[in-house]
Structure formats: C-alpha cells, structure tokens
C-alpha cells in the first residue's frame, strides 16, 4: 500500500507530516513505539531539508511517500529537486562537543541513523530521492 | 504546536510543555527557560507528562543550557515522561547527561539535593 503527501517547505508544515506518518503507519500491527520512531526520524529528515535545501520557503514542495507491503519492511521516500545533503558523509559530532559547542545540529542526524535500517538517495530526471527503510513486522 | 504553563512551587520553577516540541516550536522551550533562569531560579523542574513529541530541536534547546546551568549552579530535572518521549531521550543516550526522574515527588527530591 502506499501513501502520498505533498507539502511546502514551512517548518509549521512538521505539525501535518507527523499526522500523516502516524495515519499512514497504524493499522498495519505496527507497535506504537516504532510508530513514534520512524515518525521523529522522518520529522529530522523533512526539517533538515526544508531548512538546509529550501531555507523554508512555504511555495517550495516536495513529496514523501510510504510504502507499506505485508512481510516487507516499511520503505520511506523523499522527493525533491533542492539541493542534496548526504547524511552518510556527516561524521556526528560527539555528545562531548554537541554540548560545549552548542551544535543543536548533529542530534537530528544521530536520532535518523540509531533509528533507521538505512537511508539512501537516488535521482530520477532532475529530482532528488531520499530513500529510508525501517525494517519492522508489517501485518 | 505546544504550549507552555509555568508554575512555582516552594521555590521552584516548574515548567509545563503541553503537546508537541519540534523544530518551529522549541523556541518556545528555550524562551520559557530562558524566562525562568533570567527571573532568578536556580530549581527548574520539567513537567513532562503532557509532552506528547519532543525531536531534536527540543532536545538541543535542554543540552544547550546544560554548560549555563553548571556555571550557575542551576539545577533542572525533567520528569513525567511517557514511554515514547522517553525513548527519544535514551536513544540519544541523555540519561547520562539530564538528570531525567520517573515523577514529581522524585524530581523535586533531586533537584533539592546539594
């Protein structure tokens, strides 16, 4: 089954993604925990890029997509055209400097990979896929 | 969307986030600690029993006053969270760097302690 949303680039915008994670992902006897999981993980990933690649501009849209199949893990994907941050090539500051440098930055990126199985991205004609799976028990 | 209730208690500060913290709302989180440390308390507690989502931004607005509150000798304790903003607080391995108790009574032993 798969689920679609379009938004704008407004962090007032995190509010109604989370509602359509959450939406989206119950009903498949998933647990409520992993459900808040891949929520915040998704949460860290579209604000980073609303800020980073569209510096919040609200008439700036991008995709995100769930796929959700029995047996399969649960395959996120993020569809843009703004620039690409790789969050594979961040070396995550450790907990010692987030603290003393207050770099609130590198949290969001440790939450994305403690949480997620793996976080890929791709290009398909001149936009940007962001592909995250969560490997988790799909009734 | 959150909002925020303060209330003091015996001297202490007790802030109350109501809802959800996440990157256009934890400006708010720092704002009312801000408020809080400005007015002169040195007892902050977090009531976290009606947070309901905390991401990173959240986060970082309580791991950006941790170096202050040293200095100042100020003491917070976070208390009242439910499973799933617990875990969000464990992931990241903040047990060890907040000081994070069950409930009230506990968290008000805590930051009276000398």
Redesign the interface.
């Known amino acids: 089954m798969k689920y679609k949303y379009k938004v704008g680039c407004s ?2 915008n ?2 109604g993604i ?1 509602d359509f994670i959450r939406t989206s992902l119950k009903n498949h006897g998933i647990s ?2 992993e459900i ?2 891949m ?2 993980a998704l ?2 990933m579209c ?1 980073n890029l ?2 980073h690649a569209h510096d919040c501009n609200p008439d700036e849209l991008f995709d995100l997509e769930i796929a959700i199949d029995k047996n399969k893990p649960v395959v996120f994907e993020i569809i843009d055209d703004g620039s690409v941050f790789d969050i594979n090539q961040f070396n995550e500051p450790s ?1 010692d400097n ?3 440098e ?1 770099r ?1 930055g590198g ?2 990126i ?2 994305v990979k ?2 997620m199985d793996s976080v890929e991205y791709g290009k398909s004609g001149n936009k940007n896929i962001c592909r995250l799976v969560k490997r988790v028990q799909v009734n | 969307m959150v909002h925020i209730k303060r209330l003091q208690e015996d001297g202490i500060d007790i802030i109350a986030p109501i809802g959800e913290i996440d990157a256009s709302s934890s400006i708010e989180l720092d704002l009312t600690i801000a408020k809080s440390v400005g007015e002169g308390f040195s007892k902050i507690l977090v009531d976290c029993g009606a947070l309901e989502y905390i991401s990173s931004a959240g986060l970082g607005v309580f791991m950006s006053y941790i170096d202050e509150f040293k200095d100042k000798n100020v003491r917070m304790v976070l208390y009242g969270m439910s499973e799933k903003v617990a875990n969000t607080f464990e992931i990241l391995g903040l047990y060890d760097l907040l000081t994070i108790a069950p409930d009230k009574a506990e968290a008000k032993k805590k930051v009276n302690e000398v």
């Open positions: 962090l007032e995190l509010q989370r409520e925990l808040s999981e929520v915040l949460d860290e604000s609303m800020i907990m987030l603290i003393h207050k609130k949290l969001g440790r939450l403690s949480i």
